[in-house]
């Protein structure tokens, strides 16, 4: 099992910045790719951000390229998202998840990760 706990979601102002985190437990944080995904009210989940093991590669969905960084620290089993100049379309509730282990989906489908947090909200005022 694994459980995986979002934080750092608020309201800011458009322009502005927030950090998310993504603390890990119950797997070995290290040996699996992580990613970020968001769902805004009436929309489908959609891809933000995907880190490899080591956090040396990343990909993200070209709406957030160039704002959003993705990082991870295995040290401390913990992942984050950077989201700076933020827009109203960012608004969304942010989910971080697992990238399944044995998957032929791609890493941008939510159907290829496994474990799911709670998620944390995200607002962009105008």
């Known amino acids: 099992q694994v459980q995986l706990v979002e934080s750092g979601g608020g309201l800011v102002q458009a322009g502005g910045s927030l950090r998310l985190s993504c603390a890990a437990s119950?797997?070995?944080?290290?040996?699996?790719?992580m990613g970020w995904f968001r769902q805004a009210p009436g929309k489908e989940r959609e891809f933000v951000a995907v880190i490899n093991w080591n956090g040396r590669s990343a990909y993200y969905a070209d709406s957030v390229k160039g704002r959003f960084t993705i990082s991870r620290d295995n040290a401390k089993n913990t992942m984050y998202l950077q989201m700076n100049s933020l827009k109203p379309e960012d608004t969304a509730v942010y989910y971080c998840a697992t990238y399944a282990a044995y998957t032929d989906e791609s890493y941008d489908q939510p159907s290829g990760y496994d474990y799911w947090g709670q998620g944390t909200q995200v607002t962009v005022s105008s």
């Open positions: 119950g797997r070995t944080f290290k040996d699996y790719r």
